[in-house]
């Protein structure tokens, strides 16, 4: 079976960002950002399995516009909580980096799809 570069990307970005938020939440430190930041960074992962049993090239196309959207989100999640908390921890650096080559990843497919449609 092919490895799945994105999928196995977005997983582990996923546990990730759901370690960073229950942190952020056990020190008292941030809600309904956390909160916003779950949603959209667990959503990413999933359009993009959702792609995977997609019914044609427009519905995969969909679906990975989606988690395109869905990473730009929790890229701004993220700079809010970073500039927000003045000083940044390594973890929160690394979500901000994993996020922006998802970003990449993700603009780059999307491209290809456009043109092959």
Do not use: P
């Amino acid at each position: 079976m092919k490895k799945n570069i994105i999928a196995d990307k977005t997983f582990h970005f996923s546990v990730g960002i759901m370690d960073y938020v229950n942190e952020l939440k056990a020190n008292q430190k941030e809600y309904i950002i956390s909160n916003q930041l779950l949603r959209s960074g667990t959503s990413i992962g999933a359009n993009i399995s959702e792609a995977q049993s997609a019914v044609s090239k427009r519905d995969f196309s969909n679906k990975m516009m989606i988690a395109l959207k869905e990473a730009n989100e929790t890229q701004y999640w993220l700079k809010l909580l970073n500039e927000a908390n003045g000083s940044s921890s390594q973890k929160l650096k690394i979500l901000i980096f994993e996020c922006e080559e998802i970003i990449k990843i993700l603009r780059s497919i999307n491209l290809s799809i456009k043109k092959s449609l």
